[in-house]
């Protein structure tokens, strides 16, 4: 294999490098617009389950699958086992479906009691239950060290040379500027869940640099991601496909929804429940609140609710899993909303369920979609 710095292939073209860069500034852009001025659509597309997370999810995926060939490509050409690929792939379709919670919303199953009780979220993924202060210096070390470090020893003589003996392949340096954009973004935050922005870009950012890692390893034997496309080409391709999936996948998702009758009775009868409860005592907690029931009761001491009209449904058959961590019966989180009014002193509480879709689609101030829920409560302040 070719000494790094004499390789033509750790210099992608031009058109690489616009393509890849302007992709990464249209993301970025994109979020800033439509924070600024149309708020309610950019709560909309940071929501779980829309198309931001399902096309970082398709882009995660679509990246895992694009190191394989390049593992294989990097096998005949060096002779060597490519473990790095391989461990790059694996990570890739891991942090693709911790994105999708492994398919929970998806099914519509009911994780084990160590989930509902120890990951905030209530899901069936693993980063929710570490610590947050290591989930945030894991990924400024990808960001970092893999998107940026890397790139740049391998294009240094003495650094690269040590890389290539460990079998280590770094992204193309023209990637630098995706992951390091990624990077800032994360530590500035400048809008709320500025961190499902991040995390597109550097999905991108792995899906490029799999479909570089193709070409560089494909040389002479004409093995493309994309056959006979020009690399920058590709990358516009890629960005459109995972763009199409992000917002088919909401669709399609849509169109499985479980709108059994038995069930919406059920959650009505649940709601009628959570207001009994909540119309029995005083409630401690802050304005603007929007959290999971669950975690309200817990980080609010509101233990009474444990032992509530909801608890008692137990009796009528309501599984103990579900009683005793607030899950509606699609099996996911109900949700609890406190709005403070300035204008009139109320103090609005209410209970919901993402309902049959299993997704958010309600705003801050009203339920919408098919979304199912009650005013539990309306004090003064």
């Known amino acids: 294999m070719p000494e790094p710095s004499t390789n033509p292939f750790l210099r992608p073209s031009w058109r690489f490098f616009a393509v890849a860069n302007a992709v990464a500034l249209l993301v970025v852009l994109y979020a800033a617009l439509l924070r600024a001025y149309r708020p309610e659509l950019y709560y909309v597309a940071v929501q779980e389950d829309l198309y931001l997370e399902w096309a970082t999810f398709w882009a995660l995926l679509l990246a895992s699958i694009a190191y394989v060939p390049a593992a294989r490509g990097y096998r005949i050409v060096t002779g060597q086992f490519p473990w790095f690929f391989a461990g790059v792939a694996v990570f890739c379709f891991l942090v693709a479906m911790e994105e999708i919670s492994w398919g929970q919303r998806v099914f519509g199953y009911r994780p084990p009691s160590y989930f509902l ?131 088919a996948s909401v669709a399609l998702s849509r169109a499985a929804q479980d709108a059994d009758p038995a069930l919406l009775t059920a959650t009505r009868a649940e709601i009628a429940a959570l207001k009994r409860d909540f119309a029995s005592e005083q409630l401690e907690s802050a304005c603007n609140l929007h959290k999971r029931l669950f ?77 199912i829920g009650a005013v539990v409560l309306t004090t003064e302040r």
């Open 295 to 371: 975690t309200f009761v817990e980080e609010y001491g509101q233990d009474h609710l444990y032992h509530g009209n909801f608890a008692d449904l137990e009796e009528q058959g309501l599984p103990a899993d579900r009683a005793g961590f607030f899950i509606d019966p699609w099996n996911s989180p109900y949700w609890i909303r406190i709005r403070c009014v300035d204008e009139t002193g109320e103090v609005i509480r209410f209970v919901y369920s993402f309902g049959p879709d299993r997704r958010r689609d309600s705003t801050d101030f009203e339920l919408r979609g098919d979304d």
């Open 117 to 247: 009780e120890q990951n905030f979220q209530q899901e069936l993924n693993i980063h929710n239950v570490i610590d947050s202060d290591i989930r945030q210096l894991v990924l400024q070390l990808v960001l970092a060290g893999y998107g940026m470090v890397l790139p740049i020893a391998a294009n240094i003589r003495r650094s690269g040379a040590l890389l290539q003996r460990a079998r280590i392949v770094a992204p193309a340096i023209a990637l630098l500027p995706v992951f390091a954009a990624a990077l800032i973004l994360y530590l500035w935050y400048p809008w709320s869940h500025s961190g499902e922005w991040v995390e597109m870009i550097m999905a991108l950012g792995f899906l490029f640099g799999a479909q570089e890692h193709n070409h560089r390893f494909s040389a002479g034997e004409e093995r493309h991601i994309l056959p006979g496309i020009e690399r920058g080409v590709g990358l516009i391709t890629s960005s459109v496909l995972v763009g199409i999936l992000g917002v």
